[in-house]
């Protein structure tokens, strides 16, 4: 109804929705301020006001000190927590280590523990492929759902386990370091093994006088149960 009159902010609506939340970005703080009062006027005319802000943005935070409008400096986006004033990603490994800390634990709690390690950008993969690998194991093995993990796969949970609150110093990046798109350039590095294989794509920025390197995503996948035979 109202791409004509805001067509930035309608856009944003239309296709960067996810969960209740919106997610977008702009080229200088100009450009994101003047988006910020698009928006506010088209959730205005359509009568859903926005509840909660963040920003990046020096500048806009500074706008919305003077008009008195709430906003977080750390928040969470796609379930990715986000410091806006280090403009990094973090995760709270608290999430896992307090739920399911050292001692009994069965095949049940395994698969709990390695499914709270949500990531989009699959940043944490090489951490969680270790429990997907001992939860990978316990089929293998035969164990039951409420079944305590025998003492060799036990011992792998608790050095697990204990080494997630190492996670708390871990700081991603949130922009890639992409200035001028023809100095640019993506790398893709893939592994195998015969338990899993992964990939892991960079962006690489050619500076004046250095190349920036930062890991935009990342991906793995366990090697089947079942093994297959090919006969050319």
């Keep these: 109804m109202y791409k004509a009159e805001f067509p930035t902010a309608a856009a944003?609506?239309?296709?960067?929705?996810?969960?209740g939340d919106s997610a977008a970005g702009a080229e200088s703080d100009d450009c994101v301020t003047n988006f910020y009062y698009e928006l506010i006027h088209l959730m205005n005319r359509i009568r859903l006001p926005m509840a909660t802000w963040a920003t990046n943005s020096k500048h806009l935070k500074k706008v919305w000190r003077t008009k008195g409008v709430d906003f977080k400096e750390v928040t969470q986006t796609l379930a990715i927590d986000w410091d806006t004033e280090l403009d990094t990603f973090s995760v709270d490994p608290r999430d896992v280590s307090d739920e399911y800390g050292e001692g009994p634990t069965t095949k049940r709690q395994?698969?709990?523990?390695?499914?709270?390690?949500?990531?989009?950008?699959?940043?944490?993969f090489?951490?969680?492929?270790?429990?997907?690998?001992?939860?990978?194991?316990?089929?293998?093995?035969?164990?039951?759902?409420?079944?305590?993990?025998?003492?060799?796969?036990?011992?792998?949970?608790?050095?697990?386990?204990?080494?997630?609150?190492?996670?708390?110093?871990?700081?991603?990046?949130?922009?890639?370091?992409?200035?001028?798109?023809?100095?640019?350039?993506?790398?893709?590095?893939?592994?195998a093994s015969e338990r899993a294989y992964e990939a892991a794509l960079y962006f690489r920025s050619c500076m004046v006088d250095?190349?920036?390197?930062?890991?935009?995503?990342?991906?793995?996948?366990?090697?089947?149960?079942?093994?297959?035979?090919f006969l050319g």
């Design 110 to 124: 395994v698969l709990q523990a390695t499914a709270r390690f949500y990531h989009p950008l699959g940043l944490l």
């Design 126 to 191: 090489p951490v969680s492929v270790v429990g997907k690998l001992l939860f990978h194991d316990t089929w293998c093995r035969g164990l039951t759902w409420e079944e305590n993990l025998p003492s060799d796969f036990g011992a792998l949970w608790n050095t697990w386990i204990s080494n997630l609150p190492h996670l708390a110093h871990l700081r991603v990046p949130r922009w890639v370091g992409i200035v001028d798109r023809s100095h640019s350039r993506v790398h893709v590095f893939c592994n």
């Design 210 to 229: 250095n190349s920036v390197f930062h890991l935009a995503r990342s991906q793995n996948r366990l090697a089947p149960l079942r093994r297959s035979l």
């Design 12 to 19: 944003l609506v239309d296709n960067s929705n996810f969960m």
